[in-house]
């Protein structure tokens, strides 16, 4: 990938990040492995618009191909991990696509603004949110799948996040952009920077292998970035 070019929106091939980039990638987001900081990186700001405003638009291609796949499987029950402002939760809940959906996420406002829409749309027996670091996450249900968009990225250790879904679900879709790792657009401003790792499918297959998962599904395409999307099946 030339970063130059990305930076400036020309990008015509993905590729990998070789071991340079892998290192800027570690130097610029280095302050994002103390926890204290990561919270506060993340509570910086409401991510997206209100749900209320997003109920009404259509979804990306890549959300498309996400809610594709959780009905492939034919899950009702949704666990969303980095739900952000819930929009994949609630274009499900209002078109009947979910018998019941918990979104979890670190952001405190997020997640203040999920439930109040929730219960302002009378959705409480369908939908509810959780701020919380997954790895310390608890719930006494079972879900019949759990989704994590763009989110193993964002990790300081993925692998305890895929570890910890196990408690919850026997399936996963996730999906991981695999040539952005935010750096070329904004090279002077390092502290800004939010993805602490580039995982191709190579470095996926052993996340996934380590972890007790086993991808059943691929699916590649282009929406913001070149994503990857998986279906993973729990194993042993």
């Not at 800027?24 to 700001?45: C, G, M, P, Q, S």
């Not at 997954?134 to 719930?139: I, S, V």
């Amino acid at each position: 990938m030339n970063w130059k070019n990305f930076a400036l929106g020309i990008y015509d091939q993905a590729e990998p990040a070789n071991d340079e980039e892998q290192n800027l990638i570690a130097e610029a987001t280095a302050h994002l492995k103390d926890v204290n900081e990561f919270k506060a990186f993340y509570n910086r700001e409401q991510f997206g618009e209100s749900p209320e405003h997003q109920i009404g638009f259509p979804l990306d291609n890549r959300l498309q191909e996400v809610l594709r796949l959780i009905r492939m499987q034919n899950a009702k029950t949704i666990l969303d991990v980095g739900c952000r402002t819930g929009f994949l939760l609630f274009h499900m809940a209002t078109r009947a696509l979910l018998t019941y959906g918990r979104g979890v996420d670190i952001n405190t406002s997020s997640i203040k603004t999920c439930n109040t829409v929730a219960e302002r749309l009378n959705l409480t027996h369908k939908l509810s949110f959780t701020e919380a670091m997954f790895e310390d996450y608890t719930d006494d249900r079972a879900y019949d799948i759990g989704v994590m968009t763009d989110v193993l990225e964002h990790c300081i250790s993925p692998e305890t996040f895929l570890k910890k879904a196990r408690e919850f679900t026997g399936k996963l879709v996730i999906s991981v952009p695999v040539d952005c790792p935010n750096i070329p657009g904004r090279p002077n401003d390092w502290k800004h920077q939010e993805h602490v790792r580039v995982i191709d499918k190579d470095a996926a297959q052993k996340l996934f292998a380590d972890t007790g998962w086993k991808a059943i599904n691929y699916s590649s395409l282009t929406s913001y970035f070149l994503t990857d999307i998986y279906v993973l099946q729990q194993i042993g």
